[in-house]
């Protein structure tokens, strides 16, 4: 994923930008950097790879090293950034968040001139901030080469810009599939991604921007370069899974969806008989723990954490991008309370199943240690189509989501064609999907929330919601 935060003010920003960035941690974990602008220095930038080290022991000494009265920081799960960009526009640093599915295209198609080049990174592969600059830099202003890039780009692009002359140029994706927040406070305003690190910084909340939307922003005031536009597809997942629990995205905070997304589905197994044994409700840590939250208390049974996971070294909930070491850390953080699962039948919410493994790990570590029988229910749909818009869930093949594995098992490829009726646990197709990865992950029972039952939680109209990942609609 990844998360940026700017800010610019009569005053050195350089400490609010850093903290700023480091409470964007959880969304990244490859690397971290910060640019700034001075009147005397000009533009600085400084990039760390935070895979083994945290952003905050990585950049702890800045303030003394960097000053400006603007800045910008991100936290990125792929390419190094922000960037110090010279072209006709000026100096200027620049940072992206989102994916962008035709590279090759676009380079083919507008930026393979004579001479023309790009730096390579390891692989072979090129910088996709550098790309967006490139684009941008087709034009003759900001305003025109962000709105040429977005429109240019196949996938996702919020781009937050540091020009040389001391402001901040921010633009949300055009369909607003991530949020971007404005503060204020005397003298300052700032930019970022999660709504709560706002208000710890002593900022006020001014808005959100729209799908499209671009500003300008410097200490004084914020301008509109291009209006919001009216599409808008939010990514359901913010609520789901990766936004943190203090956030709110359109009025909507996090942590009330996910207690209101679990009371949904204690709801829906109480009418249909589901798990009538159950000892212990509890969550698959971290962010499964308030949707259990959320179920234990609708269903009145008790909430119980039957393992920790140890933080102390593991702190962060986002994991390596390779899958094998995603299982390994998994299990060695995971330490049981034994008096929790010894011959006690467990009901366990997960965020989301994807393609399964890590769950199966955790699954067979509670039957080590004793558990009589594992339920698992799941705080969204079965994830059906790998991402192609933000780098959460995405894949190298559709093939590697479990739910696609078991389809192709019961009936080969012509299953493709009944996705919406193996989503369904009230149809013959949904039952059978379900009762082939209970098997897979030795589970007693399992259950998914709706696609109806989410949206209810999240509380906005579905149009409105990207839900790509469940029923492969735009």
């Given amino acids: 994923m990844g998360g940026f935060f700017g800010a610019v003010a009569q005053s050195d ?80 640093a620049i940072a992206f968040i989102g994916v962008i599915n035709n590279s090759a295209a676009l380079i083919e198609k507008y930026l393979s001139s004579p001479g023309g080049f790009f730096n390579s990174m390891t692989g072979g592969n090129i ?55 404005l503060g204020k406070s005397e003298g300052a305003h700032c930019v970022s991604f999660e709504s709560f690190v706002i208000g710890k910084l002593g900022f006020e909340k001014l808005r959100e921007l729209g799908p499209a939307e671009i500003v300008e922003i410097s200490a004084e005031e914020i301008k509109v370069l291009h209006a919001p536009q009216q599409k808008k597809r939010i990514c359901s997942f913010l609520w789901s899974y990766y936004g943190y629990p203090t956030s709110t995205y359109e009025g909507i905070n996090v942590e009330m969806m996910r207690y209101k997304n679990g009371e949904i589905m204690a709801r829906t197994d109480e009418k249909l008989g589901n798990a009538t044994n159950v000892d212990y409700v509890g969550g698959v840590p971290d962010s499964g ?46 330490i049981p309370v034994h008096d929790l699962i010894q011959n006690k039948n467990l009901l366990f919410v997960d965020d989301s199943i994807v393609r399964g ?80 990865i209970c098997e897979k992950l030795h589970l007693a029972s399992l259950e998914f929330q709706s696609l109806q039952g989410i949206v209810e939680a999240i509380g906005m109209d579905e149009c409105e919601l990207c839900t790509y990942c469940w029923n492969g609609k735009e």
């Fill in 13 to 92: 920003v350089i400490s609010d930008v850093f903290f700023g960035t480091d409470y964007h941690s959880h969304l990244g974990t490859r690397r971290g950097g910060m640019a700034a602008v001075d009147a005397e220095v000009g533009l600085q930038r400084d990039i760390h790879n935070i895979e083994n080290s945290p952003f905050r022991t990585k950049f702890a000494g800045i303030t003394n090293e960097m000053k400006g009265n603007a800045a910008i920081g991100i936290i990125s799960d792929y390419d190094p950034q922000p960037l110090l960009i010279r072209s006709a526009l000026g100096a200027y």
């Fill in 127 to 181: 910088n996709n901030t550098e790309l967006v600059a490139a684009l941008i830099n087709q034009k003759e202003s900001f305003t025109e080469g962000i709105r040429f890039a977005q429109e240019a780009i196949e996938g996702t692009c919020s781009i937050l810009i540091l020009t040389n002359e001391g402001s901040l140029i921010a633009a949300r994706d055009k369909v607003g599939r991530l949020p971007i927040i």
């Fill in 289 to 334: 723990t308030p949707h259990a939250i959320g179920y234990a208390n609708a269903s009145h049974l008790p909430f119980a954490r039957a393992f920790i996971k140890y933080t102390p070294t593991w702190s962060r909930s986002f994991m390596p991008t390779k899958q094998e070491e995603r299982n390994k850390i998994a299990k060695m953080k995971q």
């Fill in 357 to 436: 493994t890590q769950l199966k790990e955790t699954v067979d570590f509670l039957y080590e240690n004793g558990a009589a029988s594992v339920h698992m229910r799941s705080a969204c749909p079965p994830i059906m189509y790998g991402c192609k818009y933000l780098n959460f869930s995405r894949s190298t093949s559709d093939m590697d989501l479990i739910a696609r594995k078991v389809i192709v098992e019961l009936e080969g490829e012509e299953g493709f064609n009944y996705i919406e009726e193996y989503s369904d646990g009230t149809t013959e197709r949904g039952k059978a999907l379900r009762k082939v």
